[in-house]
């Protein structure tokens, strides 16, 4: 049986402050900064042997694929609400139900549905040629996979932080199952490049 490889890239440095043009950038645009990382990102990816590039549809995700799309023009690729952001499980937690108590129940579980059904469209075994896929997602989607590829508590996604244009990587195998080969990985970028939209860096 063959092996897939995930690639999760969590979109460049954004700013969701900037102006709206279109329904399609109401989750903010990347900064200047952010389009630096993203083309750092795509040099690093365009060594790998890719077989088909799945981005989010939000703004931010697509711009930080475009740089790895031009490189790559002939590589298959997909636009897909399956990467958007969510909240992906809340579940019993009491920190998570605390902070969002203000969400409909409902809309808490079809997000988390939402969340799960992504990572078992995704994380799944292959046949055929081994596949190495990129995935360019959001930072609570991304946790939440790496969370059930460890087969921890899916409430523990909340507890990792992650730089933004950082690299995850799962492999997916039909023998050994899930594993998780790295999390969060900056080599890619220098010092001065590393935000993470959530903390002062």
Same mark, same amino acid.
């Given at each position: 049986m063959a092996t897939r490889y995930l690639y999760l890239i969590r979109h460049g440095q954004y700013d969701s402050s900037a102006p709206v043009p279109s329904p399609r950038h109401l989750e903010g645009e990347l900064t200047k900064l952010g389009h630096t990382q993203a083309k750092r990102t795509a040099?690093?990816?365009?060594r790998l042997p890719i077989t088909k590039i799945h981005y989010s549809m939000l703004r931010r995700a697509e711009q930080t694929a475009q740089p790895l799309l031009e490189a790559l023009p002939l590589i298959k690729n997909?636009?897909?609400r399956r990467l958007k952001e969510c909240i992906p499980y809340v579940g019993d937690n009491t920190y998570l139900k605390s902070l &969002? *108590?203000?969400?409909?129940?409902?809309?808490?579980?079809r997000q988390e549905e939402y969340a799960e059904n992504a990572f078992s469209y995704y994380v799944r075994p292959t046949r055929g040629i081994?596949?190495?896929?990129?995935? &360019? *997602?959001h930072a609570n989607l991304i946790r939440?996979?790496?969370c059930r590829a460890l087969g921890v508590s899916p409430a523990a996604w909340i507890n990792m932080d992650i730089?933004?244009?950082?690299i995850t990587r799962i492999l997916v195998d039909g023998r050994r199952g899930v594993l998780l080969l790295s999390y969060n990985d900056i080599g890619h970028l220098t010092p001065t490049m590393l935000t993470d939209n959530m903390h002062e860096l």
């Amino acid at each position: 049986m063959a092996t897939r490889y995930l690639y999760l890239i969590r979109h460049g440095q954004y700013d969701s402050s900037a102006p709206v043009p279109s329904p399609r950038h109401l989750e903010g645009e990347l900064t200047k900064l952010g389009h630096t990382q993203a083309k750092r990102t795509a040099k690093a990816l365009t060594r790998l042997p890719i077989t088909k590039i799945h981005y989010s549809m939000l703004r931010r995700a697509e711009q930080t694929a475009q740089p790895l799309l031009e490189a790559l023009p002939l590589i298959k690729n997909k636009r897909t609400r399956r990467l958007k952001e969510c909240i992906p499980y809340v579940g019993d937690n009491t920190y998570l139900k605390s902070l &969002y *108590s203000d969400m409909p129940r409902s809309e808490i579980a079809r997000q988390e549905e939402y969340a799960e059904n992504a990572f078992s469209y995704y994380v799944r075994p292959t046949r055929g040629i081994n596949k190495h896929e990129i995935l &360019y *997602s959001h930072a609570n989607l991304i946790r939440y996979f790496v969370c059930r590829a460890l087969g921890v508590s899916p409430a523990a996604w909340i507890n990792m932080d992650i730089y933004n244009c950082s690299i995850t990587r799962i492999l997916v195998d039909g023998r050994r199952g899930v594993l998780l080969l790295s999390y969060n990985d900056i080599g890619h970028l220098t010092p001065t490049m590393l935000t993470d939209n959530m903390h002062e860096l």
